[in-house]
Nanobody
Framework: QGQLVESGGGLVQAGDSLRLSCAAS????????MGWFRQSPGKEREFVAT????????DYADSVKDRFTISRDNAKSTVYLQMNSLKPEDTALYYC?????????????????WGQGTQVTVSS
């Protein structure tokens, strides 16, 4: 069974920053692309960001482009999501996911393993 563990969520004010981390078992990380998704109450889970196995290729949802940055440390089997200029609409449960391919993907069904999520709440 896979293991992805997110951390770093919390309650912040609009305009603040947070960095989410996702620690993965080596089996789920070293050869796989990674992604971040989020889900707000009453809404479907949506794509946020993705990064290739090498870290060279990334992609972002339009709503977070220029504010969020995804990165990975392959030596630590950890993927990060740096979130700047947070807005109340960024409030959601943020999930980390891995896929059994090295290239990026924005579709939820392209991912094979999921973490339990970490809550981010942005107050106005």
């Amino acid at each position: 069974q896979g293991q992805l563990v997110e951390s770093g969520g919390g309650l912040v004010q609009a305009g603040d920053s947070l960095r989410l981390s996702c620690a993965a078992s080596r089996r789920l990380f070293s050869s796989y692309a990674m992604g971040w998704f989020r889900q707000s109450p009453g809404k479907e889970r949506e794509f946020v960001a993705t990064i290739s196995r090498s870290g060279v290729n990334t992609d972002y949802a339009d709503s977070v482009k220029d504010r969020f940055t995804i990165s990975r440390d392959n030596a630590k089997s950890t993927v990060y999501l740096q979130m700047n200029s947070l807005k109340p609409e960024d409030t959601a449960l943020y999930y980390c996911a891995s896929r059994v391919w090295s290239d990026i993907a924005t579709m939820e069904n392209a991912y094979d393993y999921w973490g339990q999520g970490t809550q981010v709440t942005v107050s106005s």
